[in-house]
């Protein structure tokens, strides 16, 4: 059955978002900073990037453990990327996604897809409060995978 609507309905958060809202942040124009990208091909850092870039997506790998990830250069942080990421997708651990979503916020990065694993409610709740476009219970991986 084809639902219209989407249902979010993560941590007392209730949003009803068209599925074209998803489509808004599909486009094979767009840049994604994959954040929390890593070297390890068993993650979800790996198989994301690897995954979205095989796509024809262009990806920017963002963490500060590696100089390259995948043959892509990967940035130590978002504010040291040469290009502005229309998307930024999150795949890290708690500690650091609200530090993720600080530096968003301070750099006008608002459209954030907080991979399933990275869905914090501090981080969530802090992303809405600033009025970001935000992604949650979909995996990236499969929304593109009819592309």
Request: aromatic residues 10%; contains cysteine; charged residues 25%.
């Amino acid at each position: 059955m084809d639902c219209p609507f989407l249902f979010f309905k993560k941590f007392g958060i209730i949003e009803y978002m068209e599925k074209e809202e998803v489509q808004n942040f599909i486009n094979k124009d767009y840049i994604y900073a994959i954040v929390g990208a890593t070297a390890n091909k068993n993650k979800y850092g790996y198989k994301v990037l690897v995954n979205l870039k095989n796509k024809g997506f262009k990806v920017v790998p963002v963490n500060p453990k590696y100089e390259e990830v995948a043959g892509s250069p990967c940035s130590p942080d978002l504010i040291s990327l040469e290009e502005r990421p229309d998307v930024v997708i999150l795949i890290v651990g708690q500690e650091n996604a609200k530090k993720i979503v600080k530096e968003c916020r301070d750099l006008n990065l608002n459209r954030l897809w907080f991979q399933p694993g990275s869905e914090f409610k501090d981080a969530i709740n802090m992303a809405q409060s600033v009025g970001f476009k935000i992604m949650l219970d979909k995996c990236i991986m499969q929304e593109t995978e009819n592309l």
